[in-house]
């Protein structure tokens, strides 16, 4: 079985200073994890993914993850927060063996101050 | 089309009715899934196609909910007598991988339908 935890349900930053979303995972078989943002009243939208090449990934807008499977984390990381990337941050793990699903987070409200 | 197209939108249904969620995937998306996204919640798998085949249902909370995509382009989520615990956002997705790829693929959402049940 895959499960997702992401640790915290909100997280507020100042414009400009660094972003961290925290995910950790539990899979039974060597996973892929995403990471999806869902803007308000848009439809949800890959970020980026991690499929078993480079542990570093870097994403769109910014945003880069690295996959620790030592720890089982898969934290989402951004230098400098923009207004724009107020949003809903889901973590999300699927197993290469199984079914064909994604297991998503609860997910991670960013807010961002001016 | 653009993008994944969900309608209706909103829709308020009093406890009992029937409704239907229709989705219209990008054109040529063999995959895709339906999601159940409760308030506060990450969406939750319901069910996946394959063209026309349904191949995995396991996340239909009950035989209330019935999917088909019979022509393996627009499909339709169709819930009977509808309960209050049935409110929350449906989601559809689509994408271009199929079999052991979609695993690793990118899903296209829509914006979602919306149900309240009164």
């Known amino acids: 079985a895959q499960s997702v935890t992401q640790l915290d349900s909100h997280v507020s930053v100042s414009e400009g200073t660094p972003v961290l979303l925290r995910c950790n995972y539990s899979?039974?078989?060597?996973?892929?994890l995403f990471w999806y943002v869902q803007h308000p009243n848009k439809g949800l939208q890959l970020l980026l993914k991690y499929t078993s090449a480079a542990t570093l990934v870097k994403g769109i807008n910014g945003f880069e993850a690295e996959f620790k499977k030592s720890e089982t984390s898969f934290h989402l990381t951004k230098p400098s927060a923009h207004m724009s990337d107020a949003a809903e941050y889901f973590c999300v793990v699927s197993e290469r063996t199984g079914r064909r699903a994604l297991t998503f987070g609860s997910g991670t409200r960013l807010q961002v101050q001016p | 089309g653009a993008g994944v197209s969900q309608s209706p939108r909103y829709k308020v249904a009093k406890r009992g009715q029937d409704v239907a969620l229709r989705c219209d995937p990008i054109?040529?998306?063999?995959?895709l899934f339906w999601y159940q996204q409760a308030l506060g919640q990450g969406p939750e798998f319901l069910t996946y196609f394959q063209n026309e085949a349904q191949l995995d249902k396991s996340g239909l909370p009950s035989d209330r909910f019935f999917a088909e995509r019979p022509e393996g382009s627009v499909s339709t989520l169709k819930i009977q007598r509808t309960q209050q615990e049935d409110s929350a956002v449906y989601l559809c997705a689509s994408s271009a991988t199929s079999g052991s790829s979609i695993l690793t693929g990118e899903l296209f959402f829509g914006e979602g339908s919306r149900l309240t049940v009164l």
């Open positions: 054109s040529g998306h063999v995959s």
């Open positions: 899979s039974s078989y060597s996973p892929s």
